[in-house]
């Protein structure tokens, strides 16, 4: 489990830190109002022996996004964070596990946007390589927040809040996740995710408008099921629509392609054959076996490796 993890080394202030080393002050916003934009991101061991973290432009792009719409300054070039994140990356990797790291833009220094100065601090957790489990998939009663108030487009801790109530909900329900509805009441996304619901041979994720991250993953199983010959569509969905799909799936950088076996506690009528084929699609470009061009790389010669 990733939350369990210390491993040795982060990055902060510019260089790999013990850590116990990596703290933050109380009195800075990050801690006082929560006040941080991160990037989870994925790296996975290729068949040539290096290591390749998938999709890193995608993700340095989206803090940017994230940072300038709450004014936090984001100094380091693209290079700069490539560099810290293999320099984490390849001090902390193990022989056949995968990495799973947290890029975030902490709010060192400032009071209500002045003054504002932010660190980037790099974390990294070990995953073991394997396909997901089937989940349970729930309808939560909490709603994702409006464009207005804490808009979904901004990847911040404090609109994780509502997603961790939403899992403490799932939880009682034997839910392994849960659904966030929008303002509507239509689907937005679940609560580290994107949805993806199959309809008669087609598959609709609901588009970012209505509520969901823009999301790096929908946009790489959208290319992967386009080169499959599958159609793929982004419209609103409604709840009751999910509830008579005849596949789910929940993706996202950590949540890869996870299979749903059951929806509000009805199990789902039909074998997930189309997810269940971009699922596979989907581990064969990430781990290298069958590259796809849409799925880039970002990959290193790690230097030395814990067995
Ligand atoms: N929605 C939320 C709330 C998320 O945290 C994530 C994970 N970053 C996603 C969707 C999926 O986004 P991505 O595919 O870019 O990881």
């Avoid at 989870?40 to 994230?66: A, C, T």
């Avoid at 946007?113 to 995953?127: F, I, K, R, S, W």
């Avoid at 309808?139 to 994780?160: C, E, G």
């Avoid at 509830?243 to 993706?251: F, G, K, M, R």
Wanted: hydrophobic share 40%.
């Amino acid at each position: 489990m990733i939350q369990l993890q210390k491993p040795k080394f982060v990055y902060m202030g510019g260089k790999l830190r013990s850590w116990d080393e990596a703290t933050l002050h109380v009195g800075c916003e990050a801690v006082t109002r929560g006040l941080n934009v991160f990037e989870g991101i994925k790296g996975y061991w290729q068949p040539d022996g290096r290591f390749g973290v998938i999709k890193l432009r995608q993700h340095y792009e989206r803090l940017r996004r994230s940072a300038r719409l709450l004014h936090i300054p984001f100094e380091q070039t693209y290079d700069e964070y490539v560099k810290a994140i293999h320099d984490l990356l390849g001090t902390l990797l193990e022989t056949d596990r995968d990495m799973w790291a947290r890029t975030t833009l902490y709010v060192t220094e400032g009071y209500w946007g002045e003054n504002t100065l932010a660190d980037l601090v790099v974390t990294a957790y070990h995953q073991d390589k394997q396909i997901p489990d089937l989940i349970n998939l729930g309808v939560s009663t909490w709603q994702r927040s409006a464009d207005i108030s804490l808009p979904a487009r901004i990847k911040t801790s404090t609109n994780y809040q509502v997603g961790r109530l939403a899992r403490i909900e799932g939880r009682a329900r034997d839910c392994q996740d849960m659904v966030l509805l929008n303002q509507w009441g239509r689907v937005s996304e679940a609560t580290g995710s994107c949805i993806l619901m199959v309809r008669e041979g087609i598959i609709y994720t609901p588009p970012a408008t209505e509520g969901a991250l823009e999301s790096i993953t929908v946009d790489i199983v959208e290319a992967l099921a386009h080169s499959m010959g599958i159609k793929f569509i982004r419209r609103p969905v409604d709840r009751t629509e999910l509830l008579v799909a005849d596949e789910i799936a929940i993706c996202g950088t950590l949540a890869e392609v996870t299979l749903v076996k059951s929806i509000e506690g009805l199990p789902l009528h039909k074998e997930p054959s189309i997810l269940k084929a971009l699922q596979n699609r989907y581990f064969q470009s990430v781990r290298g076996i069958e590259p796809h061009p849409f799925v880039e790389l970002s990959c290193f010669q790690p230097k030395r490796v814990q067995a």
